[in-house]
């Protein structure tokens, strides 16, 4: 398989120019809480998204070489972005967990982000970026966001069906492709 590659400054749909990005981070060098800050990026164009937010997080942790994110949540995105000479490898995975992405240095030094989807109201956006951010916050993703048991248990059995019917359809079209 051959490693799709774009570079930054070729993305057609660009988020609006802003000064700075939708992210907060915890400011305490110790970790708490399952996420490390919060992300709220204009689009579900990850390629388009990640330049912007990626040049911040530079500023503190050195040159970003990997991000992890949940295929599900994204539109298709290459399989490396390269952004100002520096090339990020891009590893969607169909089991990352929801509303998250992580972001590796290349020290392989970790944060873990929650990223607040794209259309959500800015009062609630705003909270949860505040909430995700604050230094002894230990709050689930699922609590950040408001996702009820209920609807976690509804997210969970349709991401399970979904692999099912991946799994179906991929067998299906081994099957037929060997007749």
Known sequence: ??????????????PP?????RLRLKTNPAK??????????????LAAELPLMLAALTIQLGPVHRVTYNLAEWDTAPGDLVIDGQTTQLDGHPHHTVHTIEV???????????????????????TVMVSASATDNTA????????????RSARTKSAAAQQRWNAACTTSTRTTSSV
Request: no cysteine.
């Open 104 to 126: 590796l240095d290349t020290f392989d030094r970790r944060l873990v982000l929650l990223v607040i989807p794209p259309n959500t109201d800015a009062d609630h956006a705003f």
């Open 32 to 45: 708490t809480g399952y996420v490390d800050g919060a992300w709220w990026p204009y689009s579900d164009d």
């Open 17 to 21: 120019a802003e000064p700075t990005p």
């Open 140 to 151: 689930t993703v699922d609590h950040l966001l408001a996702i009820r048991p209920s609807a």
């Open 1 to 14: 398989m051959t490693r799709q590659h774009i570079h930054a400054d070729t993305v057609a749909h660009s």
